[in-house]
């Protein structure tokens, strides 16, 4: 007599929760949730350009009116706001973050403040322009403290080391003399030096670092919405990122070139365009007010053609 095995139930397939939500996902097509997208349309760019060129334009305005404090012979000023570009590049894209930043600076800050340096102004715009596209690559998770600060830091040194090393290629030429500052060592490499250790402290660390790690993980999740966007998962490849390729980094390096070029233009007095008519001087801070109105102006037409953009592109999927 032989027996037979009882027989085995079916078996079901099971579901397992993922394990951690920050997990790397895969690259993200087409629709996500069946509105929302993980690559941004033409009007979602435009607007985080006029935003980032905004919103540090606004910024830049706020710190001319205000007095550089000095410690001795050291400037202790601040100059700019890095939290601000930083915010917007970690939060949407890095490249159309990084593009509109220094133009409103150029803009709204030396173009109506009646300080603009003309072709002079490109290397600023340059240097700026990749230290915050690549800072803001950097940032994988937008809840991640660490790699916020970490970019904060990033924007200043890039940005300043390219401006040091341009103000050590002119005193080294001739086309300048080095400018000592009586009390500090009489060497033009210790006061960069310095120069840079006070722009990491001021601009890095307590208007980049500290605002940004409060700034950026609160509002990650949260104003993305509003502009029709699917917040960033940690992980995932960043929309307008720096590609990690050795044609970058070749490219790169010919920006930092190329905005030398432009720096040294204003040393051979060969700065087309310049115009300086000086107007806080002239009139007062309270012409501050015309960079405001500007500004203001900007963004409520922005806005406008972003929600007449979104409106069309809802009619058009009915």
């Known amino acids: 007599m032989t ?15 993922p394990a951690d939500p920050d997990v790397r996902r895969g690259r993200l097509r087409g629709a996500v949730d069946g509105i929302r997208t993980a690559e941004l349309t033409t009007s979602q760019k435009l607007m985080v350009f006029v935003l980032s060129m905004s919103l540090f334009g606004l910024s830049n305005i706020i710190l001319e009116i205000i007095p550089d404090p000095s410690i001795g012979p050291v400037d202790v000023s601040v100059s700019y706001m890095v939290f601000v570009p930083l915010t917007i590049a970690a939060l949407f894209s890095p490249f159309w ?3 509109g930043a220094p ?4 803009v709204f800050t030396d173009l109506l403040m009646g300080d603009f340096s003309g072709l002079a102004e490109v290397e600023g715009y340059l240097q700026m322009f990749l230290a915050v596209y690549i800072a803001g690559s950097l940032i994988r998770n937008p809840r991640s403290r660490v790699q916020i600060a970490v970019g904060a830091i990033v924007v200043v040194l890039i940005d300043k080391i390219l401006s040091a090393v341009v103000d050590l290629s002119k005193v ?5 003399d080095a400018e000592l ?11 960069e030096a310095i120069g ?10 307590l208007l980049g670092a500290i605002p940004a790690m ?11 919405p509003l502009m029709g966007m699917r917040p960033r998962v940690p992980g995932e490849p960043i929309p307008g990122s720096a590609p990690r390729t050795p044609l970058f980094l070749a490219a790169a390096l010919v920006l930092s070139v190329g905005s030398f070029g432009f720096a040294f ?22 012409f501050v007010l015309v960079s405001v109105a500007a500004i203001a102006l900007v963004l409520v037409v922005a806005i406008l053609l972003f929600r007449l953009s979104r409106s069309a592109a809802t009619t058009d999927d009915r």
């Open 265 to 286: 233009l204003e040393a051979f007095d060969l700065s087309a365009g310049s115009w300086e008519p000086d107007f806080l001087d002239r009139f007062g801070n309270w």
């Open 103 to 106: 133009l409103g600076e150029i």
């Open 97 to 99: 973050a990084a593009l």
């Open 172 to 176: 080294w030429i001739g086309v300048e």
């Open 196 to 205: 840079l250790g006070v722009d990491v402290l001021m601009s890095g660390v």
């Open 3 to 17: 027996t037979t095995p009882p027989a085995t139930p079916p078996t079901t397939p099971s579901t397992t929760a």
């Open 214 to 224: 409060w700034l950026i993980p609160s509002l990650h999740g949260r104003i993305e």
């Open 181 to 191: 500052v009586q009390g500090l060592p009489q060497s033009m490499l210790a006061l």
